[in-house]
């Protein structure tokens, strides 16, 4: 017999409703889908998209400026990088401090990054566009690594000590 019309017919809805009527859900039982929750945030998935955007448009900023293209999106982008690149890398060196008062560090610790790198290039003649964008990426990059690095060592002493 096909099994599709061995369920039409009525033995096979009634098998279906003993099932229903031995669900531990209808003696107030929750089901393994009553038990998963999502308590994050209702804003909190927009995060990684707006870090992953800030992080595509600093990019696109060097890249621009580094390449010496003339475009109208190079200013602006060159300018957000030089403030999102040495800011990223302060905040994260920061990791221990309050979460109001770290942003506002990093932004200061940014500019000033920014100011002493024109300065020092304006002072040896060495000042160009290109030079001061590859001179921000690097310091941030050097200020970046050992913060990553001591994230890394700490969680893997963490799981380490959980074994």
């Not at 039409?8 to 279906?16: A, M, P, Y």
């Not at 979460?99 to 000033?112: E, K, Q, T």
């Not at 913060?147 to 380490?160: E, F, G, Y």
């Given at each position: 017999?096909?099994?599709?019309?061995h369920?039409?017919?009525?033995?096979?809805?009634?098998?279906?409703?003993?099932?229903?009527?031995?669900?531990?859900?209808?003696?107030?039982?929750?089901?393994?889908?009553?038990?998963?929750?999502?308590?994050?945030?209702?804003?909190?998935?927009?995060?990684?998209?707006?870090?992953?955007?800030?992080?595509?448009?600093?990019?696109?900023?060097?890249?621009?400026?580094?390449?010496?293209?003339?475009?109208?999106?190079?200013?602006?982008?060159?300018?957000?990088?030089?403030?999102?690149?040495?800011?990223?890398a302060?905040?994260?060196?920061?990791?221990?401090?309050d979460?109001?008062?770290?942003?506002?560090?990093?932004?200061?610790?940014?500019?000033?990054l920014?100011?002493?790198?024109?300065?020092?290039?304006?002072?040896?003649r060495?000042?160009?566009?290109?030079?001061?964008?590859?001179?921000?990426?690097c310091?941030?990059?050097?200020?970046?690594?050992?913060?990553?690095?001591?994230?890394?060592?700490?969680?893997?002493?963490?799981?380490?000590?959980?074994?």
């Open positions: 017999m096909d099994p599709f019309v369920f039409l017919r009525l033995d096979g809805i009634r098998r279906l409703r003993d099932i229903e009527a031995r669900h531990p859900a209808l003696r107030g039982a929750k089901t393994p889908m009553h038990t998963i929750t999502d308590k994050r945030p209702a804003g909190g998935d927009s995060l990684p998209v707006i870090a992953g955007a800030a992080v595509g448009l600093a990019a696109i900023g060097a890249a621009l400026a580094l390449a010496d293209v003339h475009s109208p999106l190079r200013a602006p982008f060159t300018l957000f990088f030089l403030l999102a690149a040495p800011a990223l302060i905040g994260s060196a920061l990791r221990g401090l979460a109001l008062i770290r942003p506002v560090l990093a932004v200061a610790g940014a500019l000033a920014d100011l002493l790198v024109a300065q020092a290039m304006l002072a040896l060495l000042w160009s566009a290109r030079g001061g964008v590859a001179a921000v990426g310091l941030s990059l050097l200020i970046l690594v050992p913060a990553l690095l001591t994230r890394l060592t700490r969680r893997r002493r963490m799981t380490h000590s959980q074994e």
